[in-house]
């Protein structure tokens, strides 16, 4: 490759859904664009984007955050794949959480989100697979929201990147290369340095470890958690699509993935992963995660669901890592005091697209989101220590549905 082309060039460290997302859209916008994205493992998607529940809820107490979720459902509906439109519940059975739905009620149809209040005898028509009753329990219902596939999303956007020449290469990435303040290239494990004059990290849970081997560059408040996600027994029988469900006082969530059920629940300890693996997944940790799926699945679900109230619970259980951070919110933007480099992560498939089309107008100088681009700016805890970052953001574990993202 010509030196030009070197000075010239792109790189994406993340070929997960942001990363190929942003890949497309930067390719499509500027053609010209030299574009090579990184990541250690192309053939599978082994980041958390592979290991996502993938439900779709565009509502969020944070107005950043439902327009991104907005945009998101936008550019996935365009895809004609890996996005399907069955609606969101979310339940409630106190006078508190039901008073929480109606006023969620009042703000998503300010915002222009069709949603309505169902009673018991409507919840009972839509035959999901619950058990007990529903006397005195209301639902929240998102006609517009729904369930994606993270991995046949990726794939498209990689394929339509592809078709646009953006390079994919399956590489590991052990160092940022600087010059003075700015980003020249990176280093990989196999000792080849590859030159850029823009860098971008879609690097998930991986980025704090990646940072601190350049000294240069401000560390980010990314911090890696654990957290279980079990699948049913494959059902015998056919049944119609159901709205993904959540159950917000619980710390619970559920969603049908056509052949089989899931169930997630963020009622436990969070645990920080110091050091992630090759893969956003953790061995099952049974004092940790069985109690807080017995209590995620017990007197929940009826027997058309194919779950078992104790240990294995199902057919699979998957001990997933995700990033969260001081505020639950992305960090998107330019790193400040390093010339031509940008960051994108911890940032949930509901919001990801929506990210991406966000940095691509920010790298390419068009105009932009301002306010959304402060909520999210990288640089927006400095003067915090990271002990106390630290603290903070596995705070934000256990109150995900406080912010519903």
């Given at each position: 490759?010509?030196?030009q082309?070197h000075?010239?060039q792109t790189i994406?460290?993340g070929a997960?859904i942001?990363?190929?997302s942003l890949?497309?859209?930067?390719?499509?916008a500027?053609?010209e664009?030299n574009?090579?994205?990184?990541?250690?493992?192309?053939?599978?998607?082994?980041?958390?984007?592979?290991?996502?529940?993938?439900?779709i809820?565009?509502?969020?107490?944070?107005p950043?955050?439902?327009?991104?979720?907005?945009?998101?459902?936008?550019?996935?509906t365009k895809?004609?794949?890996?996005?399907?439109r069955?609606?969101?519940?979310?339940?409630a059975?106190?006078?508190?959480?039901?008073?929480?739905?109606?006023?969620?009620?009042?703000?998503?149809?300010?915002?222009?989100?069709p949603a309505?209040?169902?009673d018991?005898?409507e919840?009972?028509?839509?035959?999901?697979?619950?058990a007990?009753s529903?006397a005195?329990?209301?639902a929240l219902?998102?006609p517009?929201?729904?369930v994606?596939?993270?991995?046949?999303?990726?794939?498209?956007?990689?394929?339509?990147?592809s078709?646009?020449?953006?390079r994919?290469?399956e590489?590991?990435?052990?160092?940022?290369?600087?010059?003075?303040?700015a980003?020249?290239?990176v280093?990989?494990d196999?000792?080849e340095?590859?030159?850029c004059s823009?860098?971008?990290l879609?690097t998930?849970?991986w980025?704090?470890?990646?940072?601190q081997?350049?000294?240069?560059?401000?560390?980010?408040?990314?911090?890696?958690?654990s957290?279980?996600?079990i699948?049913s027994?494959?059902?015998?029988?056919?049944?119609?699509?159901?709205?993904?469900?959540?159950?917000p006082e619980?710390?619970?969530?559920?969603?049908?993935?056509?052949?089989?059920y899931?169930?997630?629940t963020?009622?436990?300890?969070?645990?920080?992963?110091s050091?992630?693996?090759?893969?956003?997944?953790v061995?099952?940790?049974?004092?940790?995660?069985?109690?807080?799926?017995?209590r995620?699945?017990?007197?929940?679900?009826s027997?058309?669901?194919?779950?078992?109230?104790?240990?294995?619970?199902?057919?699979?259980?998957?001990?997933?890592?995700?990033?969260?951070?001081?505020?639950?919110?992305?960090l998107?933007?330019?790193?400040?005091?390093?010339?031509?480099?940008w960051i994108?992560v911890?940032?949930?498939?509901?919001?990801?697209?929506?990210?991406?089309?966000?940095?691509?107008?920010?790298i390419?100088?068009e105009?932009?989101?301002?306010?959304?681009?402060?909520?999210?700016h990288?640089?927006r805890?400095?003067g915090?220590?990271?002990?106390?970052?630290?603290?903070t953001?596995?705070?934000?574990?256990?109150?995900?549905?406080?912010?519903?993202?």
């Amino acid at each position: 490759m010509a030196d030009q082309d070197h000075q010239t060039q792109t790189i994406i460290i993340g070929a997960g859904i942001v990363g190929s997302s942003l890949a497309y859209f930067l390719s499509k916008a500027s053609p010209e664009t030299n574009i090579l994205v990184l990541d250690r493992s192309i053939s599978d998607i082994v980041g958390s984007t592979g290991y996502a529940p993938g439900f779709i809820g565009q509502y969020n107490e944070k107005p950043s955050l439902t327009k991104l979720a907005i945009d998101s459902v936008k550019e996935y509906t365009k895809l004609n794949t890996g996005f399907s439109r069955v609606g969101g519940l979310e339940l409630a059975s106190t006078d508190a959480g039901i008073k929480t739905l109606q006023s969620r009620l009042d703000a998503s149809e300010k915002v222009g989100l069709p949603a309505r209040l169902l009673d018991e005898t409507e919840i009972v028509k839509l035959e999901l697979p619950i058990a007990g009753s529903n006397a005195g329990t209301k639902a929240l219902f998102f006609p517009d929201d729904g369930v994606a596939e993270p991995k046949v999303l990726c794939s498209a956007y990689r394929s339509m990147a592809s078709e646009n020449r953006v390079r994919f290469q399956e590489a590991s990435v052990s160092e940022i290369v600087m010059a003075g303040d700015a980003v020249t290239g990176v280093l990989l494990d196999s000792g080849e340095t590859i030159s850029c004059s823009k860098l971008v990290l879609a690097t998930g849970i991986w980025t704090a470890s990646l940072l601190q081997k350049s000294s240069d560059i401000p560390s980010v408040p990314v911090v890696p958690v654990s957290h279980p996600y079990i699948y049913s027994k494959d059902r015998d029988h056919e049944v119609s699509p159901t709205p993904f469900m959540r159950w917000p006082e619980s710390h619970v969530y559920a969603r049908d993935h056509g052949a089989r059920y899931g169930v997630g629940t963020y009622d436990h300890t969070p645990q920080h992963v110091s050091s992630p693996g090759h893969t956003a997944t953790v061995p099952w940790q049974d004092e940790l995660f069985n109690p807080a799926v017995t209590r995620a699945i017990a007197d929940r679900f009826s027997a058309d669901a194919e779950f078992t109230k104790h240990p294995p619970f199902g057919a699979e259980k998957i001990g997933g890592v995700f990033s969260v951070t001081p505020d639950n919110m992305p960090l998107l933007g330019p790193v400040a005091g390093v010339e031509g480099l940008w960051i994108a992560v911890a940032i949930w498939v509901t919001h990801a697209a929506g990210c991406a089309r966000l940095l691509e107008k920010m790298i390419l100088g068009e105009a932009y989101d301002e306010a959304i681009a402060r909520d999210l700016h990288p640089g927006r805890f400095e003067g915090r220590s990271e002990e106390e970052l630290e603290v903070t953001a596995l705070k934000q574990y256990n109150d995900i549905y406080s912010t519903d993202c």
